[in-house]
């Protein structure tokens, strides 16, 4: 029976390549967990920037996985903790790879409920009314000017606009 689904839907319900490689580009590896950089404390982080292991539990410091273990845990938080709330921004199924990626990883940092949340007014207007071409800069704004993590989130937030137009 044939099914009504285009591409783009299918590839809509997987997690891009793109956005993957992109949040490991940033993020980086730590087999051992350590403390939020902007914080010092909570959240406890290890892997690919995980803070919750399989089974929904927090990490605490001390934890030390492997490779593998990093790897499977950075594909089940996106596509588990992410794309389910990533998939619920208007036009999501519209969007290229390339956007769905620049979105993964600006969740991905930012969390994954930011479409419509209070500190996230002018990137939900922008996907929500389908401005795509303010997108990157949108992306931008998002960098906590001021701390000692902006220049990392400048670079990486440049990063995804580029992906978001590519």
């Known amino acids: 029976m ?3 689904n285009t591409n783009e839907e299918k590839n ?7 956005g ?3 949040i490991r580009e940033f993020e980086g ?13 909570e959240p406890i982080t290890i892997g690919w920037g995980s803070t919750k292991d399989f089974n929904g539990t927090p990490f605490k410091l001390g934890r030390r996985i492997t490779q593998e273990y990093a790897d499977k845990l950075l594909i089940f938080d996106l596509e588990h903790r ?6 619920k921004i208007p036009h999501w199924n519209e969007m290229t790879d ?23 007014n002018t990137i939900t207007k922008c996907l ?14 998002y960098r906590n000017p001021g701390t000692n993590v902006e220049k990392g989130l ?9 992906l978001w137009v590519s």
């Open 2 to 4: 044939p099914t009504n």
């Open 12 to 18: 809509a319900n997987k997690v891009p390549l793109v």
């Open 20 to 22: 993957i490689n992109l």
């Open 29 to 41: 590896c730590h087999l051992h967990a350590y403390p939020d950089p902007l914080t010092k404390k």
């Open 82 to 87: 992410f794309l389910p709330s990533l998939q």
């Open 98 to 120: 390339g956007q769905r990626g620049a979105l993964l990883s600006f969740a991905y940092n930012l969390g994954a409920a930011f479409y419509g949340g209070s500190n996230f």
């Open 128 to 141: 929500k009314n389908k401005e795509w071409s303010k997108v990157p800069d949108a992306l931008y704004l």
């Open 154 to 162: 400048a670079r990486r937030r440049v990063a995804e606009g580029k």
